[in-house]
């Protein structure tokens, strides 16, 4: 069968084409570059557990050495802290990385992938689509024709493959701009990084009164000011005012320390989303499908997570023949949870950055507000929390056995050790990627004892008979303990980690109905009907 074609050779791009490797699906990335990323430090990405984790995974090598996990976050009006947040092994720090750091990781990846294949100065400029297959077209020095099983379009805001299929992307232009600057120096605050809103030396042209300071290793500091409304050039001389005055105010001696500054640009925010995002066989995924970074360092990590949600789908129907309803779900999941955050954004962020709005009738509004913007720089909260897939397709219904756990359906499972199947044992989310459903058995005690000794005794065969009897097949694991889960509890969990259904004990149609729906099995059947239904009505007519 012929592989996928990525277009795009971002980090998005890249993910998607280790994750489909490591499931053998042979892929060809359109690279329009040259093969390598250009150093900018002032180009960084904030990443929570799930995407490092994606990331680590997928590479084999650790991201920490290369980014930044924060010891704390504080937040500051005028010359007052309004909160602060201490990180530790119960509440984890976000990772904090330059983007091209990232991608040379995932580069260095895929040079060993055998899979893979990277063709640099190859620039899309034509789609041919048919039922079987898709057909591109690349002009440059090696300009020619690739013919692709499927298309997946991860070229960025300004996406060919989006045009070419004649997909609206509909949204606000310029919701905010920042001012950036890395530079190299030394704060009060080693390795935490802060929000200082109206600060109290306000004094090098118009402002808004908001600066965010995120450590990077070596000493290197991200700092992004707000921007005032409008198009106002930002200048070298405005800048390196802004870097003197900001370094001085936090300076206690009121001197502007020393620095080096190593890069700059101004951050344009757009809210985009597209209407569409597959077409037959072409698919998009990153800026190419949506635009959403209200909080300057978050937009390429929703990216991540569609490459995530995508690689299992298409991995299913490129080995497995067409599967309809399992590849519509990637848009109707990705794109409903990424409609949820611009909606969130949207409807907040002019509260919280007008001069009226709550702040002018609620007491206390603005600690409110500085709370709010605290919890989606650090991925929580109303304008920082991911998605959930409560309401996916996928869903199963009406299942007798399901119970509460501490993961709502839909959300990604937490990451506790488990026992593999060869009496390893090892990390949950490392047995994540793979293509294969996971079935986790929630059994105390069982992690003092030899597997010799349990994988036959109690439930276990029968569990184990009837994860053999599933359409599709899965891993069954072992846990000592799963918050909120009973003993015998059994968690199904797909392939991306996001959990199908907790069920109590062994029940075997249950848990066969469930991975059906979670194979998209319930959702086409339901097309068919609806289908049938419609001609049916037609008919009568």
């Given amino acids: 069968m012929d592989p996928v074609i990525i277009t795009g050779a971002g980090p998005v791009g890249l993910t998607l084409a280790l994750a489909l490797a490591r499931q053998e699906v042979p892929c060809v990335v359109l690279d329009e570059g040259p093969g390598k990323d250009e150093p900018r430090p002032a180009r960084t990405v904030v990443l929570r557990e799930e995407a490092v984790a994606l990331v680590e995974r997928l590479t084999g090598a650790p991201l920490t050495g290369l980014g930044s996990r924060w010891a704390g976050w504080r937040s500051m009006r005028r010359k007052q802290v309004t909160r602060e947040v201490v990180f530790g092994d119960a509440d984890p720090a976000p990772l904090h990385i330059a983007q091209h750091e990232l ?87 080693p390795d935490e990084a802060l929000l200082h809103r ?54 206690a001696d009121g001197s502007t320390p020393a620095y080096e500054l190593l890069d700059t640009g101004v951050h344009t925010v757009h809210h985009r989303l597209a209407r569409r995002w597959r077409v037959g066989r072409v698919l998009l995924a990153g800026d190419a499908a949506h635009l959403l970074g209200a909080l300057g360092t978050q937009g390429l990590e929703e990216g991540l997570l569609d490459a995530d949600n995508l690689a299992w789908k298409l991995a299913l129907a490129w080995h497995h023949g067409p599967r309809e309803a399992l590849l519509d779900s990637y848009q109707q999941e990705r794109r409903a949870a990424i409609s949820a ?25 603005a600690r409110g507000n500085d709370a709010l913007l605290t919890d989606g720089h650090l991925g929580r909260g109303t304008l920082g929390a991911q998605g959930t897939y409560a309401d996916s397709p996928l869903a199963p219904e009406d299942l007798g056995g399901e119970v509460s756990v501490g993961t709502p359906p839909g959300t990604p499972v937490t990451d506790v050790r488990v ?3 060869d009496g390893t044992f090892v990390r949950l989310r490392d047995r994540l990627g793979r293509g294969a459903l996971l079935v986790v058995l929630i059994a105390p005690g069982t992690g003092v004892w030899d597997r010799k000794h349990w994988v036959t005794a109690g ?61 998209g099995g319930a959702a086409a059947r339901a097309a068919t009907e609806a289908a049938e239904g419609a001609g049916a009505a037609a008919g009568s007519r």
């Fill in 103 to 189: 991608a040379g990781v995932l580069r260095t990846a895929l040079a060993r992938e055998r899979l893979v294949r990277i063709a640099v100065d190859s620039r899309l400029d034509g789609i041919e689509q048919e039922k079987s297959g898709v057909t591109a077209h690349t002009r440059g020095p090696a300009g020619t024709w690739w013919r692709g099983s499927y298309l997946v379009g991860c070229d960025g805001p300004r996406s060919t493959v989006r045009k070419l299929q004649d997909i609206r992307f509909p949204g606000r232009t310029a919701v905010e701009r920042y001012a950036v600057a890395a530079l190299r120096t030394e704060l009060p605050w």
């Fill in 341 to 365: 955050r611009l909606r969130a954004a949207d409807q907040l962020l002019p509260l919280v950055r007008g001069g009226g709005g709550l702040r002018a009738y609620v007491p206390g509004s």
């Fill in 198 to 251: 109206m600060p109290p030396w306000r004094t090098a042209g118009p402002s808004t009164g908001e600066v965010v300071g995120r450590p990077l290793p070596d000493g290197v500091w991200r700092l992004d000011w707000l921007l005032p409304p409008g198009k106002d050039l930002v200048t070298p001389e405005l800048l390196v005012n802004r870097i003197r005055e900001t370094l001085a105010g936090w300076a």
């Fill in 459 to 519: 439930i276990m065969p029968r569990l184990a008979a009837a994860v053999t009897a599933l359409p599709h097949h899965a891993e069954l694991l072992v846990a000592e303990s799963y918050p909120g889960a009973a003993a015998h509890t059994v968690l199904l969990v797909r392939p991306d980690g996001h959990l199908v259904t907790a069920l109590n004990g062994v029940r075997p149609a249950d848990l066969y109905a469930a991975a059906e729906s979670a194979l």
């Fill in 419 to 421: 026992t593999a199947e």
